[in-house]
């Protein structure tokens, strides 16, 4: 007998190796007052355990989503308040 069962998401296999690191666990480390770029990858590398690639994917993703900015007066990334 055969039995046809319907997918979930769980069942579903995804594509590359899972991530190591929480995004919302990086952007805790920018301080208000920011950090350069530089600075900021150090110590994700090594609080968070991210690669240098994938921290400046998700820093432009990041950067995209409105949720960080660089000054241009200091250079540095600072997050976004929010309301």
Not at 6 to 25: L, N
Not at 50 to 68: C, P, Q, V, Y
Request: with cysteine; net charge positive; glycine share 6%.
């Amino acid at each position: 007998m055969i039995c046809w069962q319907e997918a979930t998401a769980a069942d579903v296999p995804t594509k590359g190796r899972p991530k190591s690191y929480d995004v919302a666990e990086m952007l805790a480390l920018l301080p208000p007052e920011g950090l350069r770029a530089s600075e900021w990858l150090n110590l994700a590398k090594s609080e968070c355990g991210i690669s240098k690639t994938s921290f400046h994917r998700e820093r432009l993703a990041l950067e995209k989503a409105g949720r960080i900015l660089r000054s241009k007066v200091s250079g540095k990334w600072q997050p976004v308040k929010t309301v």
